[in-house]
């Protein structure tokens, strides 16, 4: 419990002043006066300072307020500086924490704000940096260069490559833009900021035109043939490039007809520069063995228009009396080719007649004879494995049925197929079997009639007809009764030519 004080109010009595004392008393009033006063001042200065002072906070960027970088190199900012300052008191040694916001990206063209703050005491400052980032750095390009190249005379230089590459592009090779003066080539490349280069590269061509070799030399003798074969040629530069196969012929060889012709080698180079040769090609004619005439009473049988179904008859019968003959063929038996190889290697003589017989063609003009009769030679060698150098024409030399397809053309096959080396054969005797009669009495009274009036016979008969070939036994009795001998053509023999007449 709490004990009840019982208050008690003493009242105390005033002491009375001296004069010292209040003297003094006043004394200390005024001094306090004076004082406060002084206070009051202070205040009112220290305030009237603080505001004339204003301090605040002060950003100083350092360096350019713009920066400009290139692309790619790493942004180095050069800082500032943050401080607290004021108009009466200046700056305060105690930098003020810095911030810095923003960023630049160096590897990307563009344009990029920094902004620098600093606050202290409740103020605040801002500042700003604009950093430029550019791209001034030209493309690279480089050459490439082949160890042991040269420009070669045919196509000069071709390019060794080259590439460029673009600090900010990557690879700009495709850019490149080439272009070709006189021995020197300009490369040419614009990044994507419009930094332009430009290489050169100097050409050294120094390559003469290339020699053209003639095998066989720049004059050649050449048999008459069907075909003209070059006897070869190679172009080489000077740096050992083989041209050969760039080498244009021009001129033409007839090689059937006998003559003199030129022939034209050369190569244009892509700068229009000509390397040439010529050739002339002297087409002669192919020699040939003389004729011999026999003396002796001689029948040379010979058959055309065969092989055909009495064929068989007739060589054995020829067998049986050991008489040789000659048969000039065609390729319109193909069931009896055969026979061809029989009489081959039975003594008799094979001649080319005609693979189609077929006038309209052979005589159309003298190629369309050549492959003809050159289709009948193949025929004859698959069946004999030898070729022949004896032929007659179709309706003989002296036909006139050509005249309807192509006028001259015996005389001129007559001329080149000699040329070539071919011995052609007509006929002195002829048997009436080719329409004049089917009668085998009046072919054997013809050929009797015919070689009567003869030392050397030539007979005309044809094996695809059976009455003739039924004929020829009684003519080889007539003929060694009368003294002939009856022997096969061959390249010397009588020709017993009628003389062409188209
Ligand atoms: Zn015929």
Redesign the pocket.
């Known amino acids: 419990m709490k004990d009840k004080k019982k208050s008690t109010h003493v009242r105390e009595e005033k002491p009375k002043l001296t004069s010292e004392e209040k003297h003094r008393k006043i004394h200390r009033k005024k001094v306090a006066v004076i004082f406060a006063i002084a206070l009051i001042y202070l205040v009112i200065v220290v305030a009237a300072a603080i505001v004339i002072d204003d301090r605040h906070v002060e950003i100083t960027l350092l360096g350019d307020s713009e920066q400009t970088v290139e692309v790619g190199v790493p942004y180095a900012d050069p800082g500032a500086e943050a401080y607290l300052t004021g108009n009466l008191f200046g700056r305060m040694d105690s930098a003020v924490t810095l911030r810095i916001s923003g960023e630049v990206n160096s590897a990307e063209i563009g344009d990029y704000a920094l902004e620098y703050s600093a606050s202290a005491f409740g103020r605040e400052a801002v500042s700003y940096r604009l950093v430029h980032v550019r791209d001034t750095t030209p493309p690279v390009i480089t050459l490439n260069h082949e160890d042991g190249y040269m420009a070669s005379w045919l196509v000069g230089y071709s390019e060794e490559g080259f590439s460029a590459v673009d600090n900010y592009d990557g690879d700009v090779t495709e850019r490149v833009i080439r272009t070709e003066g006189d021995d020197i080539i300009y490369y040419s490349v614009t990044d994507s900021s419009g930094n332009e280069s430009t290489v050169q590269r100097v050409i050294e061509y120094g390559i003469s035109e290339p020699m053209i070799r003639l095998e066989g030399g720049e004059e050649i003798s050449y048999p008459a043939d069907f075909t003209f074969t070059d006897p070869g040629f190679e172009a080489i530069d000077e740096s050992g490039n083989d041209l050969t196969a760039y080498v244009q012929v021009t001129g033409e060889v007839k090689p059937w007809i006998v003559g003199s012709y030129e022939l034209n080698y050369y190569i244009m180079n892509e700068q229009g520069e000509t390397a040439s040769a010529k050739r002339v090609v002297n087409v002669v004619p192919q020699p040939m063995p003389d004729t011999v005439v026999p003396e002796e009473k001689t029948i040379y049988l010979t058959f055309?228009?065969g092989p055909g179904p009495y064929t068989e008859r007739l060589l054995n019968l020829l067998a049986n009396y050991g008489v040789k003959a000659t048969f000039?063929v065609?390729g319109n038996g193909p069931d009896y080719d055969d026979m061809i190889g029989r009489a081959y290697r039975e003594g008799h003589a094979i001649g080319v007649?005609?693979y189609t017989?077929d006038y309209s063609r052979i005589y159309a003009n003298e190629q369309a004879f050549f492959d003809d009769f050159q289709a009948t030679e193949e025929l004859i060698y698959s069946q004999t494995g030898s070729y022949t150098r004896l032929f007659?024409f179709?309706?003989g030399s002296s036909n006139t049925v050509s005249r309807n397809y192509n006028y001259g053309i015996m005389s001129r096959l007559a001329r080149y197929m000699t040329d070539m080396g071919y011995v052609f054969f007509d006929w002195n005797v002829t048997s009436g079997d080719a329409g004049e009669t089917t009668s085998t009495y009046r072919v054997a009274e013809n050929v009797k009639n015919g070689c009567s009036e003869h030392t050397v016979c030539v007979v005309l008969q044809?094996d695809i007809k059976g009455f003739s070939v039924d004929a020829v036994e009684n003519i080889i009795i007539w003929g060694r009764n009368h003294g002939y001998t009856f022997k096969p053509l061959d390249e010397t023999s009588f020709g017993a030519h009628h003389g062409t007449n188209n």
């Open positions: 055309d228009d000039f065609t007649h005609s017989h007659r179709p309706g044809h």
